[in-house]
């Protein structure tokens, strides 16, 4: 092929990618503040809170105060007529209802109820009004549509309330809604604070221990650009950025650079020792010496971030996808691209002489060799004590493990607990058999009755239902007087969102108020709740079915699974990466041996951290997804170098030796740069990047000295007999 014909090639292949990449980008969309891929789907409880939201509309509230409201502040009705306007006004269903203090406490003095002042306000005590009987809020409620779109909702929230500068300036917002748009801001914000010193120390480091500006550039300009295409692939399949996304492009990155990092020691280590080499035989070579390995590495990476689309909860599976989609990407670029342009910089510019971190890792060799018996022992002594703290762990998805109390959600969160009361809901919905408009009152002292049941828990706050709208009436004459009117009155607490009726059924709605901080107590909740409704019914004709639902519950009940389903994968990713060692090497010692420096960063890190009594969180399992693509990385490259080099000698120390001389050098550069170059994550204002950043390293630390020292130890030994050729490979 022509230079010109070449050239054409390049520029429209570019052309091709650059419109892909661009279009993507531009389509590129977040839902990091969307529940539901992180609910797990065919499950009864998902499918539990599906029905209460058809039945009652959303359970979200956004939660709308600012700094000095009081019941009288005129402001409150001027915020919701606004609030209400712009939600008309944008022709998006995204909030159902404003809830406001002063309205209801104006309901309840008006007939069929007539309060006084003190008795309305009594009965908004905790939820609406705090204990000094001044400091209030707003209640805004999402609809179904509205929980998927949590950042745009509290967006045009804080939007309407510029319009009043003295709230703007002092305004307080609480609630799961601001959790998501909280969350979603601060991703968003860390991705792009976060991006630049870690692409600045990546290419600091790329340069240190490359020491050539070409080869650098050629390390991370290929990294970058694997890394952004996996990026622009999410919106072109039609789908948008979730949480665990986010982690995408470092994925991406991480593991191109870890592959780019031993086609360049290929390459240069070819030019060294056959320098008469042209372009093109360079090219040969290194494409002959890389695909195998290359393709193994890819392969086992590939399956095992596959294995995740097994998972039941959508944020997973979309990683899963995505992640191999990444790896495709990546060996495409390795194979397809690099080669040529690696052949012609190095031919063209000849390598430097030898590193002294090269000899010194050869030095390796002998110590590895000494003591392989003990290092072997000593390795799998340690690891078989670390595997119980492993099972000891624990998943950590409370509030305050995700924020400190510096930041802006928990010092919200805080002033509404201290002036209104817990914020956190759970909902209860009682099953009832429908009754005629006479018996209304009845079947609201029977609400009753379960609410003060409900109320007697220990983490319970506050209740809130139907029944406590409705002033409590006592006496035959003043109850047979009131019957009718409170009646009629049964439409208004249908539309209030509290009672459905349905197939001749009545669906009673009691709102739980627990702490924010207190997610741990909700342990036994469902247990205490079943326990009260027992009690409170046990002389009823009819015995109700009841359901514990909503948003708070349903993401405390599932986030374990979360952690659970993603580990389960995780370990179901090394079993399909040991099957296909064992078809690469054609032997299932092999394939057992060769995933042991894979499984042990794992065990080691996690399990000091469960002997340390820690947690462990999202951000610290997609670490561990990471890390197993490096570990397999350089397992599979020294490993096929180990078997090239036993066709070229008999002697077994000597062939390792070939092997050992030709990978180290790429295995600790990958792990320097891959593992320090994330150490910005410390840093950051999530909780959960910030151990994303400190785990990292510590993996890749392990599994450097696992590809380093223990899988040496184990092919030197009489346990590497299960890599020996037979004599009628050689």
Not at 356 to 368: A, E, S
Not at 529 to 539: D, G, M, N, P
Request: net charge neutral; aromatic share 8%; glycine share 6%.
């Amino acid at each position: 092929m022509s230079r010109r014909s070449t050239i054409t090639l390049v520029f429209i292949g570019g052309s091709i990618w650059l419109f892909i990449v661009t279009l993507g980008l531009s389509r590129l969309q977040t839902n990091i503040e969307d529940l539901f891929p992180w609910l797990p789907t065919n499950d009864p409880q998902v499918a539990e809170y599906e029905e209460f939201l058809e039945r009652f509309g959303c359970d979200d509230i956004l939660l709308v105060s600012w700094d000095g409201i009081s019941l009288d502040d005129p402001r409150i009705p001027q915020l919701k007529k606004v609030l209400e306007a712009d939600q008309s006004s944008q022709g998006a269903s995204y909030i159902s209802r404003v809830v406001t203090a002063p309205k209801l406490i104006h309901d309840l003095q008006v007939k069929p109820f007539e309060l006084s002042r003190k008795e309305a306000i009594d009965r908004l005590k905790p939820i609406l009004v705090g204990e000094n009987e001044e400091t209030t809020c707003l209640i805004v409620s999402l609809t179904p549509d509205g929980m998927r779109a949590r950042r745009q909702v509290v967006e045009s929230i804080i939007q309407s309330c510029d319009a009043f500068p003295e709230i703007s300036q002092n305004l307080r917002l609480g609630g799961r809604p601001y959790l998501g748009f909280f969350s979603s801001q601060n991703v968003r914000r860390s991705i792009v604070t976060l991006s630049i010193p870690v692409a600045i120390l990546s290419t600091l480091l790329a340069w240190i221990c490359l020491r050539r500006l070409d080869l650098m550039l050629i390390v991370l300009c290929s990294s970058g650009a694997t890394a952004i295409t996996s990026l622009a692939m999410v919106p072109l399949f039609g789908m948008k950025l979730n949480g665990l996304l986010t982690a995408l492009p470092s994925f991406a990155y991480v593991i191109h650079t870890s592959a780019m990092i031993h086609l360049v020691n290929y390459a240069v280590g070819l030019q060294r020792d056959q320098p008469s080499l042209s372009t093109l035989q360079l090219r040969q070579c290194l494409l002959q010496k890389a695909w195998r390995p290359c393709v193994l590495s890819s392969a086992s990476t590939a399956l095992g971030t596959f294995s995740l689309m097994v998972s039941r909860f959508p944020a997973i599976l979309e990683f899963g996808l995505f992640a191999t989609l990444g790896i495709i990407i990546s060996f495409s670029i390795q194979l397809g691209l690099v080669p040529s342009i690696l052949s012609h910089v190095v031919r063209r510019h000849p390598p430097h002489e030898e590193r002294m971190l090269h000899q010194m890792l050869r030095r390796l060799i002998q110590p590895v060799v000494r003591y392989q018996t003990m290092i072997i022992a000593g390795t799998v002594l340690f690891t078989l004590l670390l595997i119980k703290p492993i099972t000891d762990l624990d998943g950590q998805f409370d509030v305050d493990a995700i924020y400190d109390d510096s930041t802006e959600f928990v010092q919200n969160i805080q002033w509404f607990e201290k002036n209104l009361g817990p914020l956190d809901t759970t909902e209860v919905v009682i099953e009832l058999k429908a009754t005629q408009d006479n018996y209304f009152l009845k079947r609201l002292d029977q609400i009753r009755e379960i609410d003060r049941e409900l109320a007697k828990i220990p983490t319970i706050a506050s209740t809130y239902s139907a029944a406590s709208m409705i002033p409590e009436v006592h006496g035959v004459f003043n109850r047979i007087l009131a019957r009718r009117a409170i009646g009629k009155h049964r439409h208004r607490v249908v539309d209030s969102a509290y009672l459905a009726e349905e197939n001749g059924k009545e669906y009673w709605r009691i709102n739980l108020r627990t702490s924010f901080f207190a997610q741990a107590d909700r342990e036994t909740l469902r247990a205490e709740v079943a326990k009260a409704i027992q009690l409170a019914t046990s002389e009823w004709k009819e015995v109700p079915n009841f359901k514990v639902t909503g948003s708070s519950q349903l993401v405390h009940e599932t986030q374990d699974d979360v952690l659970r389903d993603f580990t389960m994968s995780i370990g179901f990713a090394y079993l399909m990466i040991g099957l296909l060692m064992m078809c690469a090497l054609r032997s299932v010692g092999a394939g057992l041996c060769a995933m042991a420096p894979n499984v042990i960063p794992c065990i080691t890190v996690f399990g000091v951290l469960g002997a340390l009594d820690g947690k462990i969180d999202l951000g610290m399992t997609v670490a561990a997804c990471i890390a197993l693509g490096i570990a397999v990385d350089d397992t599979s490259h020294l490993l096929m170098r180990y078997r090239d080099a036993q066709r070229t000698t008999t002697n077994k120390l000597k062939a390792f030796s070939l092997a050992f001389d030709e990978c180290a050098l790429a295995m600790v550069q990958t792990s320097i740069i891959c593992g320090i170059s994330m150490t910005p994550y410390l840093f950051a204002s999530l909780i959960y990047l910030q151990r994303f950043g400190m785990v990292i390293p510590l993996l890749m630390a392990a599994a450097l000295l696992g590809d380093l020292i223990f899988l040496p130890a184990i092919i030197v030994s009489r346990l590497g007999k299960v890599f020996h050729l037979p004599n009628k490979a050689k």
